[in-house]
Every structure is written in C-alpha cells, then in structure tokens.
Nanobody, 121 residues
Framework: QVQLVESGGGLVQAGGSLRLSCAAS????????MGWYRQAPGEQRELVAT???????NYADSVKGRFTISRDNAKNTVSLQMNSLKPSDTAVYYC???????????????WGQGTQVTVSS
C-alpha cells in the first residue's frame, strides 16, 4: 500500500520561512505529477504548486516568487520551500501524487494526511 507522509509544518511569524517535505512509500512503479495543495478553514482546497516527473513546475499566482517546489525522483519525495510567508498562507497543506503501482495499472491520485502551517502577524 502506497502512503504519502508529510513533515515540516508549524508556526512561523510573517516574513519567515518553512520547508515542507513529503515522502511516498510502498510498492511504486512510477510517480507522475506531485504537488502541494492547501485548505484554509471554511475554504475549498486549492492548488499551491505542482511539479511533473520531468521537473516542469506550476504555481498559484498567490505564491509565485515566494514558494519553490522540488522533487527527488530517486527518493520519491517532493518538497515545498516557503519564504516570505504571510498570514493568508495559513492553512492545512496536503501533499498529492499521481501514482502508478505497477506497469499498465491506472494512475491514482494519492493524498497525504495534511500538515498545519500557521503564520502569525
């Protein structure tokens, strides 16, 4: 069974930095896109950043220039470096990965359990 385990959330002051990490474990044939999403209280879950297996990235306009997504394909990990954090970045952050567990099997979107990021003003 494939699992995504996140780490790195916490409390930080506005202007500070945090780094989130997510590791996929289990029987994996390949991982296509990986990404980070977030959900603030009372809001819909929204895309923060994604990265393809080839390294192409996509960011929400609200985080461009402040957040950087990266991945290590050999270790099946994805990270999110968050700089110049704002109170509006406060949310639960979820890791996502499009995983193929064996050749010819369908790709399945998996989610991590979420990690809280709180930015104080």
């Amino acid at each position: 069974q494939v699992q995504l385990v996140e780490s790195g959330g916490g409390l930080v002051q506005a202007g500070g930095s945090l780094r989130l990490s997510c590791a996929a474990s289990g029987k994996i044939f390949s991982i296509n896109a990986m990404g980070w999403y977030r959900q603030a209280p009372g809001e819909q879950r929204e895309l923060v950043a994604t990265i393809s297996s080839g390294g192409s990235t996509n960011y929400a306009d609200s985080v461009k220039g402040r957040f950087t997504i990266s991945r290590d394909n050999a270790k099946n990990t994805v990270s999110l470096q968050m700089n110049s954090l704002k109170p509006s970045d406060t949310a639960v952050y979820y890791c996502a990965a499009d995983v193929q567990v064996r050749i010819l099997s369908p790709t399945v979107r998996l989610w991590g359990q979420g990690t809280q990021v709180t930015v104080s003003s």
